[in-house]
């Protein structure tokens, strides 16, 4: 969703999760943007049901579960792929570190024994 989307959703949700409506114009001033701005920041979470304009350029946050939103998000998983695929890579690095070790030293060895 962006990073200024991320930061205006915080404030709002810093502001109570269901009950509390918190003003838009508030939440303008506590992120130093306008009222517009954070009416079309707000509607990308709301997409997600996180959350919902009630009325009177008021707000609130939605609670929902975290793998339900990760899942439309389709990011449900991602960090792990990342790290297992940062893994592989770092296998696969030392492994190509070895064999250039291996090699540099067959050579070496190869070197002195036609030098004697």
Not at 47 to 67: D, F, M, Q, S
Not at 69 to 79: C, F, I, M, S, W
Not at 80 to 95: L, T, Y
Request: proline share 3%; glycine share 8%.
């Amino acid at each position: 969703m962006g990073e200024p989307t991320r930061y205006v959703y915080e404030h709002l949700a810093l502001g109570g999760v269901g009950a509390d409506c918190v003003p838009g114009a508030r939440l303008a001033a506590a992120t130093g943007t306008t009222e517009n701005a954070v009416r079309r920041h707000l509607n990308k979470p709301a997409k997600y049901r996180l959350a919902r304009a009630v009325g009177g350029g008021k707000w609130t946050a939605e609670a929902r579960p975290a793998e339900e939103v990760a899942t439309e998000l389709d990011v449900l998983g991602k960090n792990e792929q990342d790290r297992n695929r940062m893994e592989d890579e770092q296998v696969a690095d030392r492994s190509r570190l070895l064999l250039r070790r291996l090699t540099v030293r067959a050579n070496a060895l190869e070197c002195h024994r036609l030098a004697r």
